[in-house]
């Protein structure tokens, strides 16, 4: 047993074992909570780094462990799932570090923090999945992670949310096994394969196979929130802040949108989908949701549910890359993954930080609050120039390449779709940096609570922002650099196409 | 020497339950010791069947077929290592649960219980497992009436006439085998049985005597309230061990001894009969008022899964196929075995802070006990069937089976099932989110606490990442 073997499956423990720890502590101990906190995640910094660098020089990390004859637990590191571990490893970083001040003096922390460590656990063993038997296993271990955390208040509106998003991902999860099963019945352990492994599959079982994508598709859209499986995503904002960012940015949205990208290219083969229509039934599927998703964040005044819609819409971009028959989409669409993440979790720490300081949750409260929280606000700014597209910010790069890669496959009717969605993007976002730039500031604030240091805000709770939309901004500025994400997202369609 | 651990297991319980008989003073005391003995050498008994193969033990000297024959394959082994932890489990925990009266009452009929329990698992003959299986049903009707308030008298008096109808259906079967082929013993009858009116009728005697044990639907009728109004650990293991016991059974019965004169209708009865255990008892479940009703409505439920499992292996040549999948039905038996007994264990504990296990009404005493919490969590993620747990395996060998034989209706029940079960458990966990904060010690009473949470641990992580050892241990077949 070599490092290498064990260098999956301790990159998932890495979090794990002190989540678990964190659930014995007393609730008053909490230097030795951030200790653990901290000490798991700058531990998985490290191996991450170390995964990055063997996997870029073609070296093959695998965990397989046998749960019973034909069924086995396999974690292996691709360059799509180095992508993956890498986005939720430096996000769960920044938002542990936002999480510890945004929760300071709150109850029950040991139980929240032990079901973050859980839920990050997940995700990563999510994106390390070999199989898709392991997929499902760490997929539901993700839906039963994160319920904890969005009930975590404990209001009425808390136990509704989180009722609606059980019901949400346990018939998700349940449609997902149902495929899983039916498909390893059908040809077998079910193997994540470069290129997928469907290709070669006898032309009898074809309609079944087709059918089984869309049960796949039903069982990952509900986390991905494809329309009409998104209403839980909505009700979700009344977790805590800092849960909220992570399930916008990386967790759960994300593991719906990066599992239909391992269905499509590593299950059945980016060929055999577009041969068989089945991309062309998911681009029309992620085209509604983007549109559709927009449109009703256009409506919201509340600012948590006009992003948690800007999610809807934002997420599937990915799922329309994948849609389009091409490496450039397909790099539009797995960059997005990335790009969303840093894009998406900036506006959700600001949100948190105009509600803690100033009380504001509500887009018509924030006339002025660029001048009152200056940092926060420059953060939301480029987060949000970013959703919308405007260059140098990530998601200028992403919908380009997007809008490319349709061209290149003569979908013009996907480049109608984006200009659109670019324009819905504007429309409900500029009015908010308008109101906050410049319109006066009423003379008191929802409920302030002003903060005594330099800053407009405690520490913990300013730098994420700061740093997730300068990482924003520079995944931008400098994509052609190596080892940016689109660099990265190239090297990933290289692999699927360039066989 | 490892061939001794065979009668062990059957009568330290034995001796025990005559000494804290003889010394109720030292009940607690000496019971323990016993349920340590006892386990140790359960355990011993399995270590060495994975180690050596069948063991085989002739009590007094007497050979087939006049003396008491003990025997232990794979499949015994399996069963007897999750009841004696189990038994062992629950023994720790009534040592913290009943104060100096009832626990008097508790350890003597508990002892007997676990005895019998033991003697089940290992007896190689028909009637022998008959004498098990009445004690079994008598010491339980016992101690589920311990708490001596009406309903539980009530209902475990009807348990009781319930059992004991059970173990006279089975006795029948029995003396029409022995009339007719003049041997008792499991392997001899597998050798002597022929397809004929007489097979068939014992058959149907002795399995129908068996389901009505295992509180297969309809005949479930008589558990939930004997269930429900036993004091914790009783209910611990009535759920978990007993009706499981008649399970293994009936189990036994069909793959040693019935297989020759088996036949596809009666595979599919037992399956609907499953079927139908899923969703009522699941649905029961769901509008239960009480924790501990919850539960056991749950048991119904899970018991049916187990009864899918026969036209499943009825449909499935002999072969690799046909042992996975065997070992899968195991691996549920076993992991519900565990869960349950945590899930009623952690259970009692939160009706003991809160006074009354209404579920509407937990909310602060969820709140104030997070190991019991976490355990109800854990234990719950196994009913369930969600990675993962040993359950959550288990269905998955189980449906893609279903699905290779194209009998995909099964899946559509034990889907149904599964997110019914998902709707119970949470209904129930949803309460331990309150807004009152409270000081969080993550156990507040090791004695009772530990034991559920260790048992919902092994159900949902030790099963659910370490269960390939049970595929070797079931290896070691007895007779097929």
Known sequence: ?499 | MMIDALPLAVTLPLIGAFAVTVSPLHARGLGLMAAVLTAASALSVTAAVWSDGVLRADLGGWGVPLGIALEADGLSAAFLAMANVVALAVSVYAGGYFKQESARHFWPLWLLLWSALNGLFLAADLFNLYVTLELLGISAAALGALTGTREAVAANLRYLLVGLLGSMSYLLGVALIYAAYGVLDIGLVAEAIEPGPVAWTAMTLMIGGLILKAALFPMHFWLPPAHANAPAPVSAALSALVVKAAFYLALRLWLDVFAPVLNEAAANLLGILGAAAVVWGSWRALRAERLKLLAAYSTVAQMGYLFIAFPLLAATPPGLARDNLLAAVVLLALTHGFAKAGFFLAAGMVQKTAGHDRIDDLGGAAQALPAATFAIGLAGVALIGLPPSGTFLAKWVMLEQAMILGLWWWLIVMMVGTLLAAAYIFRVLSRAFNREPTPYRFVNDARTELPALLLGLIATFGLGIAAQPLWVLLEQGAFG
């Open chain 1, 1 to 499: 047993m070599s490092f290498d073997t064990w260098l999956p499956a301790a990159i998932v423990l890495s979090s794990m074992i002190p989540g678990m720890l964190i659930f014995l502590l007393r609730e008053e101990s909490h230097r030795l909570r951030t200790l653990l906190n901290m000490t798991g995640a700058l531990v998985k910094v490290g191996l991450v780094i170390w995964m990055i660098g063997g996997v870029y020089d073609g070296q093959n990390y695998e965990t397989r462990w046998t749960l019973a004859p034909g069924l086995d637990l396999v974690l292996r590191a691709d360059a799509l799932s180095v992508l993956f571990v890498a986005l939720s490893t430096l996000l769960w970083l920044v938002t542990t570090i936002y999480a510890i001040g945004y929760l300071e003096h709150s109850p029950n922390r040991s139980r929240f923090f032990g079901f973050f460590s859980v839920c990050v656990s997940a995700t990563v063993g999510i994106a390390l999945s070999g199989n898709l038997l392991t997929f499902v296993i760490f997929y539901e271990i993700l839906t039963l992670a994160t319920y904890p955390l969005v009930a975590h208040r404990g209001t009425p509106d808390a136990a509704h949310g989180a009722k609606v998003y059980l019901a949400y991902t346990m018939g998700g999860g349940a449609l997902l096994l149902v495929g899983a099963i039916w498909l390893q019945a059908l040809v077998g352990p079910v193997e994540f394969t470069q290129g997928g492994i469907l290709g070669v599959s006898p032309e009898e079982i074809r309609v079944e196979l087709i059918l089984i994508f869309f049960v796949l598709l039903g069982g990952l859209g509900v986390k991905a929130a494809l329309v009409p499986l998104h209403g839980w995503l909505p009700q979700a904002m009344v977790a805590p802040a800092p849960v909220s960012a992570l399930l916008h940015a990386v967790a759960v949205v994300k593991a719906g949108a990066f599992g239909i990208v391992r269905v499509v290219y590593d299950v059945y083969g980016v060929e055999f989908a577009y041969a068989n229509g089945l991309l062309l039934a998911l681009g029309i599927l992620a085209s509604v949701t983007i549109i559709y998703g927009s449109l009703m964040a256009l409506t919201q005044d509340s600012l948590k549910k006009r992003l948690a819609y800007s999610t809807v819409s934002q997420v599937s971009y990915i799922a329309l890359g994948t849609s389009i028959f091409g490496p450039i989409a397909t790099i539009g669409g797995v960059v997005h993954l990335v790009h969303q993440g840093l894009m998406k979790i900036t506006l959700f720490f600001c949100a948190g930080n105009y509600a803690e300081t100033l009380g504001v949750n509500k887009v018509s409260e924030m006339d002025g609050v660029g001048r009152r929280m200056p940092w926060t606000s420059l953060a939301f700014t480029v987060g949000a120039l970013g959703m919308i597209g405007v260059p140098p910010v990530a998601g200028f790069v992403s919908k380009w390449y997007l809008g490319l890669g349709a061209a290149d496959a003569g979908s013009n009717w996907v480049i109608a779709v984006l200009i659109a969605s670019s324009l819905l993007n504007a429309a409900y976002f500029l009015p908010i940096l308008h109101r906050a730039w410049f319109r006066p500031a009423p003379k008191q604030w929802p409920q302030e609570h002003r903060h005594p240091g330099r800053f407009e805000i405690a520490g913990a709770l300013l730098w994420p922002p700061v740093i997730t939309a300068a990482l924003a901004l520079s995944a931008g500025l400098f994509a052609a650099a190596p080892f940016t994400p689109l660099e990265w997202a190239s090297l990933i369609a290289e692999r699927e196409y360039g066989r």
